[in-house]
């Protein structure tokens, strides 16, 4: 049994790619206002390491007011098939202009436009206002390379409590809690 416990969200994680149907990166990340209240919403996780765990989105967006306000959040993993859910909490810091920059150049040329195309969160008129404002972004780059939007970028949440949780028979589920303890972790069950 890994007993760091990056190294088992990784044997989890690609166990869930071979189980899941769609989108076995996919987490719930919730975070809240500068006076504590909460949002949460499915966001794709994009890197992984020691650090933390990375996602992508639009600073302006409404997570991105509540991180800049209040960086802290937590996110949740949830394997249906495997009947699994990790859960993670800690502070949030932005990722470097560069670690954007190469992950942006990575997506397909209708998500880089769609990015500039979408203002986050913000009301938006009508669906024709959104199709016409994509065309206007396709238009603009046209032959060329579709560059990072100045606020689209991402963060990293650096987690100081990791717990994995497992299904059992009789609701005897199994809970291993992870906590940040100076440079390593320390490690204990929980009742479920
Ligand atoms: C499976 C799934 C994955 C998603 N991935 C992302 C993502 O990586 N980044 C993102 O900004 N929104 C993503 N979304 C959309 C968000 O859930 C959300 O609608 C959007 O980011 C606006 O959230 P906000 O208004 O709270 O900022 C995803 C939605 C789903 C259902």
């Known amino acids: 049994m890994a007993d760091d416990p990056h190294a088992l969200f990784e044997e989890w994680l690609a166990e869930a790619r071979l189980a899941e149907p769609n989108d076995p990166t996919a987490m719930a990340l919730a975070t809240a206002d500068a006076e504590g209240r909460p949002s949460v919403r499915m966001v794709l996780m ?3 390491d020691e650090r933390g765990f990375v996602f992508y989105t639009n600073l302006d967006s409404r997570k991105g007011g509540e991180l800049a306000a209040n960086p802290g959040a937590a996110l949740l993993f949830h394997w249906k098939s495997l009947r699994r ?14 670690e954007a920059d190469a992950y942006f150049a990575t997506r397909a040329r209708d998500s880089q436009l769609g990015a500039w195309a979408s203002d986050q969160s913000r009301p938006l008129e009508s669906r024709a206002a959104f199709e016409a404002r994509y065309e206007e972004v396709r238009n603009r780059f ?3 390379d579709v560059p990072r939007p100045p606020r689209w970028s991402g963060w990293r949440v650096k987690p100081e409590r990791i717990e994995f949780w497992s299904d059992r028979a009789h609701r005897l589920h199994e809970r291993r809690l992870f906590a940040r303890s100076g440079e390593g972790w320390s490690e204990g069950l929980l009742y479920p």
Not at 85 to 93: A, H, K, L, N
């Open 85 to 98: 859910q990790v859960r993670i909490e800690g502070p949030v810091e932005p990722v470097t202009e560069a």
């Open 142 to 144: 046209e032959g060329r």
């Open 46 to 48: 994009k890197g992984h």
